[in-house]
Structures are given as C-alpha cells and as structure tokens.
C-alpha cells in the first residue's frame, strides 16, 4: 500500500481524519480487519523477512548493540507468533462502549459514563519491529487510529509490516490511513510527532531510558511513560533451593534483552550460604556473568566484582548483579533506591515476608514466587501490550485494550434547565 502524504504532518493529520471512521467501526467489523492483518502478515512473511536481514545487516555494520540486534530479529517463527498475536486480540472483547457509571439526577437527566477511543495514539520505539504490529493492532481494536516512529534500525522491517497491514485495511474498505509511519523523516518526524498536540491524542514511547526521558520531556502531546527495567528478585531464608535457582535462572536468560529480565538478585544473609553457590552456578553455566558485592564473592567462584553503578544498571544482556542484604528490610531498602519500579518478585515460603514485599514495593507489578518475565500484555491475557507503564496516572503496568480507552459523559434529558 502507497503512503502518499508528502510530510509527517500531512500523515498525521491523515490519522486524525480516519479515526473518525474507525471510531464507529463496529465489533466484528474490528475483529474481521485484525484477523485480515494477520492473514497479510502471513501472506508477507518472506518480504518482512527479508526486508529485516537488511536492518540487521546494517544494524551490525554501525555497531548495533546486541540487545538490540535480538529485539530487531524477526524469522519466520516471529513472525508467526506476530500474526498469531493479532489473532488474539482480535478475539478480545470490544472495550469501547462499556458501560462504567450510571445515575439518574434528582431533575431526572440520566448520565452514562461509557470508554470511547483516544482517536490518534502515537508511538515512538526503537529497532522493535513486533511493536509496530502491537501497538497498530490494539489502537485498532479499541477504535482508534496509530502514528508509528519504529526508528532508522528497523525501517525496512517496519516499511514491509505497515504495507502490510495498510492493504488489509483497505482491502475491507476500512480507511487505510488509520495506520501511518513517520519512520522516513527521521527525527524531525519524531519531533513533529512530539508536538502534533491537538492532532495525536495520546505518545507512548518504547524503549531506552534515554529515549523515554526524551519525549517525556520534548513531547507536547499527553505521554504515558514506559520505564526501564531495573528489576528485582529477593531470596529469603525460606526460599527453596530449586525455586530460587530456576527462577532466577529463567527471569535472567530466558530473555535477557528485554525490560522485564531480572538485573539485580538480593539475598538476605541467612539464606547467602545455602543458596548464592548454586544460584551462581547456575547463571554461570548459562552463560551468565554475575557482577557480586564481597559477600557473594567469598560464597561463588567467577563473580565479577560489583560496582556501585551495577546496582542501578538494566544491563539487558546475559549480565546481573548479586548482593547480600542484612534482612528484608535490607532488601526494600536497596529496592526503594534503586528500582525503577516496574517488576520486583520474592521467592519465599513465609507468607508474612510475601505480603509484605507485595504491600510495600511500590512497583508496577510486584510478584511472589514467580519468574518477572511474566511481566507482559500477551502472559497477562491482553493479546499483546502497548507498554508497561511506569507511571501512576491513568495506566500502570502492561497496558492493553482498555489502557487505549478514555472515557465520556453521556446525558440524556427530557427539556430540563438549571434553576
């Protein structure tokens, strides 16, 4: 599908006409194009693929990080789990037109609170071209259009996804302009989208905390901050051995390029001697580099010595810090000054330690006994995510189809006037 609007304001004001139309797409008018998404995303799997070896290959060539070479990779399976994902969401409930309050008034004009679309939801992300078929899919589902800044390392893979889903669009006779890229004007579509206020309802950014403190602070448009990860396990003297070292062992490598991998482990002293051996053996055969203060040290063998900086690092890569703490309140404490309060867990088998870390850590999700990875829109049931919110305002954690919804005041009357 041609994208013919010549600049990135002519794009976006592109979006804010369609989502009108896509505002009053019905139901199963909305399910019906994601489920043709899928099929285009299917039916183009080779070109998004090919398409991406050309981002990777460049990527690699200008020195590309690791992390983000793995987050930039789609295959064939990737591409396949992309396309299952619009699938699910297109099965999801309709969160728009949902009934949230009703009263009648005592002059008896009726009031209805119901969950209407933003309109025109903007992204900026980097080299994460499964976002741009996330988040165009749930702004989508929830009735709204979507403005896409995928960045230079994925421009290619980005341009393939969104012809993609643009001639699914059409090909219903939906509104094609309903999915538009600024990818082509570089950062000054980036800037242009950070101050289209009054044309794109609503920024989500995704990525580096650099970035996201970058369209927190430029942006004019209402934004709602996704945070790095500087993630959390606890182990406690009741910890099981084989919880603690599977646990941790899955939340470091089973992705470790992403914000939900755990980067920091914190042992409370009486359980260091039982469980920091195995729990460094453990991500030391996994390929782990563990960076551990002088306690756990004199416990493991190949610790690499912690540093200060260690403590506050989302290292999204096959590297975690390790520390000793006094006690629990040790461990809130490191928490509480170091977190960027997006996922924090405990392994633990005393029910008063649990509840307290999950009513005392101030976290976008805070877990117990389970593996921080879980920490996702898909793993929580919302087909994909938008973002995992940081924040405290209107969305916190993984946000999904409601997180793409505002709200209006519906007053039906009968000739009333206020006295």
């Not at 006779?173 to 570089?186: H, K, S, W």
């Not at 599977?246 to 039982?274: F, W």
Request: glycine share 8%.
């Amino acid at each position: 599908m041609t994208i013919t609007a010549t600049t990135a304001r002519d794009r976006m004001l592109l979006a804010k006409e369609a989502s009108r139309s896509i505002a009053l797409l019905s139901d199963a008018a909305k399910s019906d194009a994601l489920r043709g998404i899928a099929e285009a995303i299917v039916a183009s799997a080779a070109d998004i693929v090919a398409a991406n070896a050309q981002d990777l290959e460049r990527g690699r060539a200008t020195g590309l990080s690791v992390a983000l070479q793995d987050r930039l990779r789609l295959d064939e399976p990737r591409v396949a789990a992309l396309a299952s994902a619009v699938r699910d969401i297109a099965e999801l409930p309709d969160p728009v037109g949902r009934v949230l309050d009703e009263r009648i008034l005592a002059n008896g004009v009726a009031l209805t609170k119901v969950s209407v679309p933003f309109g025109v939801v903007g992204s900026i992300y980097e080299a994460r071209p499964n976002v741009t078929v996330d988040i165009a899919s749930l702004a989508l589902r929830s009735g709204n259009a979507v403005v896409l800044r995928g960045g230079s390392a994925a421009e290619r893979t980005n341009a393939a996804l969104v012809g993609a889903m643009r001639d699914a669009l059409e090909a219903r006779g939906i509104d094609p302009e309903a999915i538009q890229t600024v990818d082509e004007f570089g950062r000054e579509g980036a800037r242009e989208l950070m101050h289209a206020r009054g044309v794109v309802d609503v920024l989500v950014p995704r990525g580096s905390a650099q970035l996201i403190e970058t369209v927190v602070t430029e942006s004019s448009v209402p934004v709602i901050e996704t945070g790095a990860g500087v993630v959390h396990i606890v182990l406690d003297e009741s910890a099981p051995l084989e919880w603690a070292r599977d646990i941790v062992v899955n939340a470091k490598t089973q992705r470790p390029s992403v914000c939900n991998s755990v980067e920091t482990v914190l042992v409370l002293k009486g359980a260091a001697p039982r469980l920091v051996p195995p729990v460094v053996a453990a991500l030391r055969e996994a390929g782990v580099a563990v960076h551990g203060d002088d306690a756990v040290a004199s416990l493991a063998s190949d610790v690499v010595p912690a540093t200060e900086a260690d403590w506050a690092t989302e290292y999204l890569s096959l590297d975690i810090s390790m520390r000793v703490v006094d006690d629990l309140d040790g461990a809130l404490e490191h928490i509480r000054r170091y977190s960027t309060h997006h996922t924090e867990s405990i392994i633990t088998q005393d029910d008063a330690n649990a509840e307290r870390f999950l009513a005392e850590v101030d976290s976008a999700v805070v877990m117990a006994n389970a593996s921080t990875r879980f920490t996702d829109g898909g793993e929580f049931g919302f087909g994909a995510e938008v973002g995992i919110s940081t924040q405290k305002l209107h969305a916190r954690g993984p946000m999904g189809l409601t997180e793409l919804t505002s709200t209006k005041w519906l007053a039906r009357g009968g000739g009333q006037v206020r006295a």
